[in-house]
């Protein structure tokens, strides 16, 4: 008895045991969710996807990067897919895909496909994602995708055990860092402090460093300010601290066979590609200077007529409204009346300039440039994107008050929150599956073979007698 592991790209991975063969969180484009190449570097044959058969899909949650219809579309409709999501709207819009067996997953709940077993577990915020345990081929593996783990269900998980495999999400990215360079906190090398004492609980045989297994453009600052966490790295702090524990690295397409005995490698998915070098690692340039907002603006294609305008009347009028309908948290750095500059940049460099005066759930437009206590930069085309094409917020390179203010906003900010900001909350807040609605539209508008628009089929919870495929 065996179980055939086999990683796609970042979080997605190929499960194969007895005849039975599981895709999680798919994604079979590069680049995916706009701007993540994968790292290394891979093709895929999309033709011998859609040929290939599989019993069942589980998606972790919602985020493009997990969660892509383009990626679904290759599929046979008739495929069963098994989500993890508080919102009806991922469900209806899988259902418009085509797909007619689409199920809900919950926390603790085992689903059987055949020989494969999967429970979804509890990740730190249960409101977005989960993590899935797997047992099958006479092992127990969990695949802890990029969520975060509550100290409780460490304890939980621990007596699942014993535990073959662990799949850990080994990147912690620094997505505030670079949206804020000259407010970041200085990097501090190693693990996050929790890693080691949670690793040691579940004591698996092997981890594979998994999920964040990508960079942004090649000219991209992020590519050495957001990834602090090299492969090398990640293996020497858990060998050193857990000596039992041996590290499996996967690139995408790679496959083993883990079994009671051991693991051993596996023939590689024929459908994935490799391009170049496989065995690179992480660039990490903790002083590297951040390019000006400018000139990442000019790294972008030029908006037509119409799509400027788009971001123009948002900005004049849409924001306005948006930000007059959401909720403002308690703590908001808004909450007292406050001057915010927004600066958009188009593909030239060149600059356009709201003021705003907000308080509390209020906004106007200033009537004369008044001096900020707040500053958004970000290119105009990106604002497009996350307003037409669903782009999200990891990949639209906006800065938020990379800049030094007055004395009393400089105090408040040091308590501030930088989600907190007006044009992210407007674009974001209360909106579900945008990109996945974005890409809907395109493939249903192109009419994709075998999509249908009928609405997804309501399934009750699965259960472990009740989900076979």
């Known amino acids: 008895m065996s179980l055939l592991i086999s990683r796609i790209l970042h979080a997605g991975y190929l499960f194969e045991a007895d005849g039975t063969r599981i895709a999680f969180d798919p994604v079979f484009e590069n680049?995916?969710?706009?701007?993540?190449?994968?790292?290394?570097?891979?093709?895929?044959?999309?033709?011998?996807?859609?040929?290939?058969?599989?019993?069942?899909?589980?998606?972790?949650?919602?985020?493009?990067?997990?969660c892509s219809l383009d990626s679904l579309a290759l599929l046979a409709r008739s495929t069963p897919v098994y989500l993890y999501c508080l919102f009806d709207e991922l469900f209806e819009m899988i259902g418009q895909l085509g797909f007619t067996r689409v199920h809900r997953l919950a926390i603790d709940r085992p689903v059987r496909i055949g020989a494969i077993e999967v429970t979804p577990r509890e990740a730190l915020?249960?409101?977005?994602?989960?993590?899935?345990?797997?047992?099958?081929?006479?092992?127990?593996?969990?695949?802890?995708?990029?969520?975060?783990?509550?100290?409780?269900?460490?304890?939980?998980?621990?007596?699942?055990?014993?535990?073959?495999?662990?799949?850990?999400?080994?990147?912690?990215?620094?997505?505030?860092?670079?949206?804020a360079p000259s407010r970041a906190a200085p990097h501090q090398p190693g693990l996050p402090d929790d890693w080691i004492d949670q690793l040691r609980a579940l004591a698996p045989r092997y981890v594979v460093p998994s999920a964040c297994q990508f960079v942004q453009e090649d000219w991209s600052w992020y590519n050495h300010a957001m990834f602090p966490m090299t492969y090398r790295e990640f293996a020497q702090a858990v060998t050193t601290a857990l000596p039992a524990i041996a590290i499996v690295r996967l690139n995408p397409g790679v496959s083993v066979r883990l079994d009671a005995a051991g693991i051993a490698p596996a023939p590689p998915l024929a459908w994935v590609e490799p391009v170049g070098p496989q065995d690179v690692d992480v660039d990490f340039r903790p002083h590297a200077a951040?390019?000006?907002?400018?000139?990442?603006?000019?790294?972008?294609?030029?908006?037509?007529?119409?799509?400027?305008?788009?971001?123009l009347a948002f900005c004049g009028d849409g924001l306005l409204r948006r930000y007059r309908a959401l909720e403002l948290p308690e703590a908001s750095y808004?909450?007292?009346?406050?001057?915010?500059?927004?600066?958009?940049?188009?593909?030239?460099?060149?600059v356009r300039q709201f003021d705003y005066?907000?308080?509390?759930?209020?906004?106007e437009l200033a009537g004369d440039a008044l001096?900020?206590?707040?500053?958004?930069?970000?290119?105009?085309?990106?604002?497009?994107?996350?307003?037409?094409?669903?782009?999200?917020?990891?990949?639209?390179?906006?800065?938020?008050?990379?800049?030094?203010?007055?004395?009393?906003?400089?105090?408040?900010?040091?308590?501030?929150?930088?989600?907190?900001?007006?044009?992210?909350?407007?674009?974001?807040?209360?909106?579900?599956?945008?990109?996945?609605?974005?890409?809907?539209?395109?493939?249903?508008?192109?009419?994709?073979?075998?999509?249908?628009t009928a609405p997804a089929t309501a399934s009750p919870l699965p259960t472990a007698d009740s989900a076979r495929p």
């Not at 400018?294 to 400027?308: H, K, V």
């Not at 600066?343 to 060149?350: I, T």
Request: proline letters at 5%; one cysteine or more.
């Open 125 to 179: 915020d249960a409101d977005v994602d989960a993590m899935f345990q797997v047992r099958a081929g006479g092992v127990n593996v969990l695949n802890v995708v990029d969520a975060w783990i509550a100290d409780a269900v460490v304890a939980q998980l621990a007596a699942e055990g014993p535990w073959d495999m662990v799949l850990w999400p080994f990147q912690p990215m620094r997505e505030l860092a670079v949206i």
């Open 290 to 311: 951040p390019p000006s907002t400018a000139s990442i603006a000019q790294r972008f294609a030029a908006l037509d007529a119409a799509g400027a305008a788009l971001v």
């Open 31 to 66: 680049p995916f969710s706009r701007n993540c190449h994968a790292f290394p570097a891979v093709r895929f044959d999309t033709a011998a996807i859609a040929a290939t058969p599989l019993d069942a899909v589980f998606i972790s949650h919602l985020h493009d990067d997990h």
């Open 371 to 452: 001096a900020p206590g707040w500053l958004t930069e970000v290119a105009m085309s990106k604002v497009y994107g996350a307003l037409a094409l669903g782009e999200s917020l990891t990949s639209m390179y906006v800065r938020i008050n990379d800049a030094t203010f007055d004395a009393a906003s400089e105090h408040d900010l040091r308590d501030a929150d930088l989600v907190d900001d007006p044009l992210i909350r407007c674009l974001f807040d209360e909106v579900v599956g945008a990109y996945q609605a974005a890409q809907l539209k395109r493939l249903l508008a192109a009419q994709a073979p075998l999509i249908s």
């Open 334 to 350: 808004f909450q007292r009346r406050r001057h915010w500059r927004l600066r958009l940049f188009d593909h030239d460099g060149a």
């Open 357 to 363: 005066i907000v308080e509390g759930d209020t906004i």
